[in-house]
């Protein structure tokens, strides 16, 4: 017996032509692209630790409190490393910087660390001379730490 060859008896479908078949291409791929920029746009742009910035107005609720912990954890995380600053906010900017140096200059004092002491006296110095109208919150923070 002879082996019969399958023949598909489906209808076929009509031929595309090569220009739909390009088209179905091109627009497969700017549709890719598209997504893959609206991915990378909502995917952190705002949030972006190079788009941070120090400055939004509630520091001086923390200057105004005495929450000078919470004012230094905002101006580290809010650009104080990258040194970016609002403006009309660097007196606050300073107070935190004097802050934090106050804190460090009496934990190296304490454990006697006077090179890194010394260190942090000089940033206190240098905050304190730009504090502009927070220059009574020098007094208060080194009353804070005796």
Do not use: W
Request: aromatic residues 12%.
């Amino acid at each position: 017996m002879a082996r019969r060859k399958y023949v598909s008896r489906a209808p076929r479908g009509p031929k595309k032509s090569k220009v739909i078949i390009f088209l179905n291409f091109v627009i497969g791929f700017l549709l890719a692209v598209l997504l893959i920029v609206l991915i990378a746009r909502l995917s952190g742009s705002n949030n972006s630790y190079y788009s941070r910035v120090f400055g939004d107005g509630y520091e001086h609720y923390s200057i105004e409190k005495g929450e000078y912990a919470e004012l230094i954890d905002d101006y580290e995380r809010y650009g104080g490393i990258l040194g970016r600053v609002n403006k009309g906010h660097e007196d606050s900017a300073a107070v935190a910087e004097y802050a934090d140096s106050a804190f460090r200059y009496n934990a190296y004092e304490y454990v006697g660390d006077t090179e890194r002491a010394a260190r942090q006296k000089q940033r206190m110095e240098k905050a304190a001379d730009a504090m502009g109208i927070y220059t009574p919150e020098a007094a208060k923070i080194d009353k804070c730490l005796q």
